[in-house]
């Protein structure tokens, strides 16, 4: 009568060793039909993917990014005052976290004018990135410094929390 040990254990015999091994070279590795194993790493580690992504989803729409929200919506009330929206340009747009807690937007654009040139690059300013006050509304850029400081664009009024965010 076989013991448990006997009946559970793994017998190879020399027709089974790896091709080209010698008896001293021991017994050949059972290896999985067909690759299973490899196929079955594969599932998991896609299936973790998967799951990380939906994850990521998850809390990018969970936890929103003010910083860029008040971007964008400083390029809208930006673009409702230009002649040609859909030729702006955007650079040096800064996130700031007033004191009082609101953000403030200040920035640069560039776009068409009405005679179809790009004016050149002229400062903005978007308290809350809800209304937009743009440097070539003002006067000369000189006239512009004073609503540029007064508003914080400089920094002094609170803190920077994003740089040269994308608009």
């Not at 971007?71 to 747009?93: F, I, M, T, W």
């Not at 800064?94 to 560039?110: A, F, K, P, Q, T």
Request: glycine fraction near 12%; charge should be negative.
């Amino acid at each position: 009568m076989m013991g448990v040990e006997e009946q559970n254990a793994l017998v190879i015999t020399a027709d089974e060793r790896r091709p080209g091994a010698s008896p001293s070279t021991g017994p050949a590795v059972p290896s999985q039909a067909g690759g299973s194993s490899s196929i079955g790493m594969l599932k998991a580690t896609g299936g973790m993917l998967l799951l990380g992504l939906f994850f990521f989803v998850l809390y990018a729409l969970l936890h929103p990014n003010p910083a860029f929200d008040a971007a964008y919506s400083a390029g809208q009330a930006v673009a409702l005052q230009l002649k040609d929206a859909e030729s702006a340009s955007y650079r040096k747009v800064n996130v700031y976290r007033l004191n009082d807690g609101h953000l403030l937007v200040c920035g640069e654009v560039n776009a068409r004018n009405s005679f179809g040139a790009l004016a050149g690059y002229t400062r903005f300013i978007a308290p809350a990135g809800k209304i937009a006050i743009i440097e070539t509304n003002t006067g000369s850029p000189e006239e512009f410094d004073e609503p540029w400081l007064a508003f914080g664009c400089d920094g002094q009024k609170g803190e920077l929390i994003a740089t040269d965010v994308s608009i």
